[in-house]
Structures are given as structure tokens and as C-alpha cells.
């Protein structure tokens, strides 16, 4: 039986001062020690290092404690709703100076800088050039690192109106086929892309990209497709197979696939809509194909770029099967897939072994899945108290903007209930809601109408708030690669943000072993009068 020995708390004002560090936890390591190009990939260009993608790489050369300091930066958003006019960032993940630097056309460049995108984070910086370069990628970068435009500007730089000047000869924004198709798991992530597309594109032309997310009116998603001939379409994987099953989305000709949150993706639920995705997009039509040796060209058509924080071996094992000789792309690294191991550095959860050394490695990598300025903390009460516990949390934390998840759904309009009934503006989200209730309460969430946000797993993945400073679990995560993807939701692009698990005593024992799988400390802490006090840090838990 798990036992929690009693600890001292310590009162805490302004930051955490820890009075003793966890002894079993590695600390997350400096988040610029990894500044390398491992060895490379393409046998016919030899080793890949930015110079070779045509770009300068001054990355091995870094200082760090330079690049550190002069990564606190203000970012300028404009035209965001509801959001304050700048955001201050502390340790933001940006490496290069400029979007300039990474090949991208100058019509693109001049929409970034108008819509506030003025430096790359460095997952955008390694991603693009690779991207540009036709490679297949795995990209793997913590939650909130800006993964959504790594992947969208090198399509935006190659098709409709804001992509490089084309060849003599061809007109600008006459094609008329779909050239990427956006796979995303959930309604809203799907609508989000789309968003960040649409931003991009300009009201002119946001006619370019189009939504085929389920839970909306498909008959009238067939029409755009048929009137407005878009080149990019985003969808969840059940709709976008079922128009192409009825012969309604014509992709064979399509030059980029994307897979976003690719290992939600390879769940059982997706299955056949991803089989029939993975066959039908950048394939030609068996009418087209003469031979054995067109057939193995067309497969060539189609660039498969495949994102997420957390990339399980499931998901290395399929991108060997769906792309041609893929890379993983990380923040300052690009590995060839083939060099990747079972216990290899992206490895979360997946064929846990005891040995140190592979264990050390899932640390590791399961570090690289949380943004590094996240604070984790846990808490024990009962069940019946843990919703009053949410409330005395975010008053102690004087959080603004919160996300409360819960496991089933029937709990959430109790939670809420209690919530108001205490004077706290809250509200329900959840897959039971029709799509106009999800896009109505998200919209006054992100406004900040709405200060907590009690949801279920499906807002765990994807959603982008960045003014949400506190996630709390009122359930705990099924694993650490849930914990992930949930905590995510706050400390977004380099914010602070702090992540509270409130939990029952014997729910104690798997806090530790998210801790150890997460290689973060999770702090014992209460909620008292008001203040967050924090356990004293000494070893504290055992297993008998
Ligand atoms: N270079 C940049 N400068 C300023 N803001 C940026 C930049 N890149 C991305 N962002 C913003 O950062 C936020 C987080 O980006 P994004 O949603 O792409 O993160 P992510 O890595 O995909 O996260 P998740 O893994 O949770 O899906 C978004 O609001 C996005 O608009």
C-alpha cells in the first residue's frame, strides 16, 4: 500500500523556493543544451545541417546563457480578441532572428509581420527549412511551441496566392486542386488550424482553405469544396474520409499531408478513416498510373509531415510505413527516423523498461513534451471537497483564465453548478454539446467571459488560450502522455503557468509515478487562507 508520509508546508508568496530539491527527480535540463544537428539522413546529400538546406547554422556555436538572456522578449500580437495589446515572455523558444532567414516567400513574410509574427520559436526555425526541402518529418516540440506554424507556412510559401513566385508559364493561383489536406483528431483543433490559415491568408482569400470538420452541416462542406475550389482543406479524420468515400474530395493529386496530434491519430477510433486517408491523398488515380513503376512514383507525390508533443514508438513505427525516409524534426535537431529507437529519445510511455539507461532516455524525452516554465503541484482532498479545493486553488493562485478537467462528463455540470453557486463565472465542455454550444463556450473563454473552463479530455489536445494560467486535474490523467497534452494548455509559447492535480490519498502513488515518468517535480501543496502553501521537499512518499 502506498503511504504518504506527513510533511511540513512552507508559506509561499510571489515565487517557489523549494527548500530542498527532489532527490529522485531529474530537474529539467536547461532547455538550450541540446543544441546540435545530429547526423543525417539523405544519402545523396550528405550529412544534414542547416548549411546544407541552404540556410546558415549558427546553432553549435551558441552561447547559452547568451541565447537564454536574450530570449526575454515582448511578443506584439495584433488583432487578437479580448487580449492584451502585448504579452510579456520570459524565455520564449525563439532562434532565429527573423522569419527571413528560413526560405520563406516574400509575400508570406509580409502577412507574418503584419499579423505580429515577427521571430521563429525554434521549432519553426528547424522545421521549415526541412519542410521546404520536400522531407517527410516527424515533428516533436513541446506543447505551445508554436508547432501549428511550423508546418503552415512552408505549405503557405508553396500554394495559393502568398507562395513563391511560380515558374514562367504558370499562372498565380489558377490551380484548382486540394494540395495539402490537414488532418486534426477533434472539431475544435480542426477549426482552430483553420483559423491560423485563414490569418494568414486575409479575408481575400480565405476562401483558399476549408473546414471538414464533423458535427457540421456536410452538404453544405461538399458545396464550398464544389464552389470555392479551395487548395488546403482541414478536417477530422471520420468527415474528410466520408466526402472522399462519396467522391467528393479529389486529393490525388495533393502534395502535402498533415497529421496533427499524429499519435491521437493512430487510435483504434480513427483506424479505417485514416486508412482510406493514407491511401487516397497524394495518390493518382489508378487510371493514371501505367505500371509497377508509376505506381511506386505517385507514392512520391505526397510529402507526409506527422506533429505532435508527445511522439510514442507507435508513431515512429508509422512514420516509416507512411512517409519516405522521414526525419524527426526537434527543436534544434533533425534525426533520421531509421536512427530512432524503441527506447530511443521520443519515447514517453511506450515498452517502459527498468533499465536505468533506457528509463533515463523516456525521462528525457518525456521532459521534452512540457513547456519548461510549467509549475506542477498536487494536492489531497476527498472527493466531495476537491471542486471546493478548485475554487480555493485559483483564488490562492489568483488565476484568470482556467481549465478544470474532469473524466466523465456527468460530473462537470455538478462542478459547475457548485462553481457559480460560489460566485465563480464557469461553464461545461464537452463532446455531448452540440458544435454551436463548443464554438459559443470557447469563444467566451478565450474572451475571457468565462474564468473556468470545466472540460473532458477532448480540449486536452490542440486547444490554444494563451492567456490560460492555470490547468487543474479534478481526474487524473490516464497517463503521462495525457498529463502532457493537458498541461499544455497553459504556459503556452514560454508564459508561466501552473498545473494542479487534486486528487484522493490513494491516488497519491500515480502523482509520483507521472513525477517519475514526467521528470518534473510535482509538489506536495494546500490551499489554506487563501495561500498556496508548499510541502517542505523531502522525500515524502514511499511504496511498501
Ligand atoms: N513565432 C511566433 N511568434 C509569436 N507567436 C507565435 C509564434 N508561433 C506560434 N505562435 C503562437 O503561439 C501559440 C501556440 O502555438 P501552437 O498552437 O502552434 O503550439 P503547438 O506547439 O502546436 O501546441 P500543442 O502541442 O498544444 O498543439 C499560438 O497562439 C500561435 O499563434
Redesign the pocket.
Known sequence: MPTLVTTRFLLFVGDVLPLRKLPQVSRRAPFYTSVRFLSRIDRDNGPLSLANLGLKSDFETTNKTEVSRSKVKE?K?VK?VGVKDSLA?EA?P?AANS?SELGLSPLLLER?EKE??????D??STAIPVILKNHDVVIQ??????????Y?LPILSEVGPLKKKPPTGEQPGKKMEIEAVVVAPSRE?GM?IVR?FE?LLGPGDKKLVQQLVGGANRSRQEEALKKNKPAIVVGTPGRIAEISAAGKLHTHGCRYLVL??VDELLSFNFREDMHRILEHVGRKSSADTRGTKNLLAKRAERQTIM???TVPFSVIRAARSWGQNPLLVQAKKVNPIESVSPCGPVNLSENASNSSSSSNLQIQSAVE?LPPALKHYYCVTRLQHKVDMLRRCVHALDSKSVIAFMNHTKQLKDAVYKLEARGMIAAELHGDLGKLARSTILKKFKNGEVRVLVTSEMSA????V?ECDLVVNLGLPTDAIHYA?RA??TG??GRKGTVVTICEEPEVFVVKKLQRQLGVPIQACEFTEGKLLIAEEKEKYQMK
Open positions: 511578443v500580437r487578437e515572455i520564449a525563439f522569419f507574418l505580429g509574427f515577427t521571430v521563429p520559436t521549432v519553426q516540440s513541446y506543447t505551445g511551441s508554436g508547432k501549428t506554424l511550423a503552415l483543433l482552430q491560423e490569418k496533427d496530434e506533429v505532435s508533443a513534451s489536445r490542440g486547444l490554444d494563451s497534452h499544455g494548455r503556452r509559447l
